[in-house]
């Protein structure tokens, strides 16, 4: 079932022992998969993780368990911050045009292979109901990815019902966590055979140790937390920057929230994390052979994307996403394509049974990562197998 929040964005939390975690997330090309483009990152450098300590009852500086579920779960797929323009990123087709055409040309094909490779703003008709719109995000706070037109503004303000990928930020997370922590834990607290110290060579792992360590996060995640949390923890930039404005996903829901029009959430965020559960060990060992591969371009990755984004390329995005060399002349670097599919394929799937009880209703207006819309798996597939026809708006 979709997760709903009011128009008046409310939700009281009583009795909580977990404290507010001072941190802002930051994202890399994992979690633009994971989200769409899920771009979202943070600065750790000069910050402390503060969690509460429930035995205690004050804080600690040591991270819990209950810390480990809050910061994998507020980083992974929820709350973005703002992209700064002095941000020194640098796109990287160019260069891969220009020194390493094969790869390039590879990624071209599988991009022109895509259905609806161009756009981000489109209509479903069904001759049953009034027109929805399908709009492409990207969770960052970049002008060139939050000026909305006129025309997108207009449709989004005179929508019935805003649906976004998820709704669960601040204390509507918290409280799901504090529910049921047991499924938090399973889902982001490593086995012993799922440990990255058991998953790659010791001077693979010395090297993740130190990754963490720049980072700035507590020692103790390195061996503590899934394969695919240190991925979406540690696959990010390093750009440091104010909170400023808010990211596309969340300007989106603010539009519906002065609007006082229902927003709603495809997905929980336990579901997002779980889905990424029960990988091959050799797909979580490549994993984080390609977050360490990819750390030094963390903006460039970042830079990429606003510019396929920019161009309403979201086929282009996608296929470099899912190509084999994404860094030219950097090897390993790709995500495994298993763990690309549970991000993106399965999910959309997911998205597309959930949204066509919105589109049936008519008037909605869904919201969702870029690279969930083209090809032949994507959304806007997936609805066009259901009988809507499919219109290109911007």
């Not at 997760?3 to 939700?11: A, R």
């Not at 298993?338 to 049974?353: K, Q, V």
């Not at 008519?362 to 819309?373: D, K, M, P, S, T």
């Amino acid at each position: 079932m979709p997760i709903h929040i009011h128009s008046d964005g409310k939700l009281p939390v009583r009795g909580s022992t977990l404290a507010a975690v001072p941190l802002f997330p930051r994202r890399g090309l994992v979690q633009s998969a994971a989200c769409g483009s899920f771009l979202a990152r943070a600065d750790y450098s000069n910050r402390r993780i503060a969690i509460a300590c429930p035995r205690a009852g004050g804080v600690s500086h040591k991270m819990s368990y209950q810390g480990a579920l809050i910061l994998a779960a507020v980083l992974c797929f929820t709350i973005s911050r703002a992209v700064q323009a002095d941000c020194h990123g640098h796109d990287l087709f160019p260069v891969l045009k220009s020194e390493a055409p094969a790869a390039y040309a590879a990624i071209e094909t599988a991009a022109s292979a895509m259905p609806f490779r161009h756009g981000k703003l489109f209509r479903l008709s069904h001759a049953a109901s009034e027109p929805s719109y399908l709009f492409a995000t990207l969770h960052l706070s970049d002008p060139r990815i939050t000026s909305l037109s006129p025309r997108l503004i207009a449709t989004l303000t005179h929508s019935k019902i805003v649906v976004l990928e998820t709704v669960e930020t601040g204390d509507v997370l918290r409280r799901a966590i504090r529910n049921d922590q047991a499924a938090w834990r399973r889902a982001t607290v490593a086995r012993e055979n799922e440990r990255a110290d058991n998953l790659l060579h010791e001077t693979e792992f010395r090297q993740f140790e130190a990754l963490v360590a720049r980072s700035g996060l507590p020692e103790s995640v390195a061996r503590e937390l899934k394969a695919s949390t240190l991925a979406l923890l540690l696959d990010v930039s390093a750009c440091r920057l104010p909170e400023t404005k808010p990211y596309l996903d969340k300007l989106v829901a603010n539009i519906a929230l002065e609007n006082k029009i229902e927003t709603v959430g495809l997905e929980s965020t336990i579901e997002q994390i779980e889905i990424l559960n029960g990988l091959p060990r050799e797909t979580e060992r490549d994993l984080l052979i390609a977050v360490l591969r990819r750390a030094d371009r963390s903006e460039d990755f970042v830079e990429t994307e606003i510019a396929r984004y920019a161009e309403g390329d979201i086929g282009g995005l996608l296929a470099w996403l899912q190509s084999a060399e994404p860094i030219r002349g950097v090897t390993q670097a790709q995500i495994p394509p298993a763990f690309g599919d549970r991000l993106i394929t399965l999910r959309n799937r997911r998205m597309r049974d959930r949204a066509l009880s919105f589109l049936r209703r008519g008037g909605a207006f869904i919201a969702v990562g870029a690279v969930h819309l083209p090809g032949k798996e994507g959304l806007l597939s997936l609805f066009e197998t259901e009988g809507y026809h499919v219109d290109v708006l911007e």
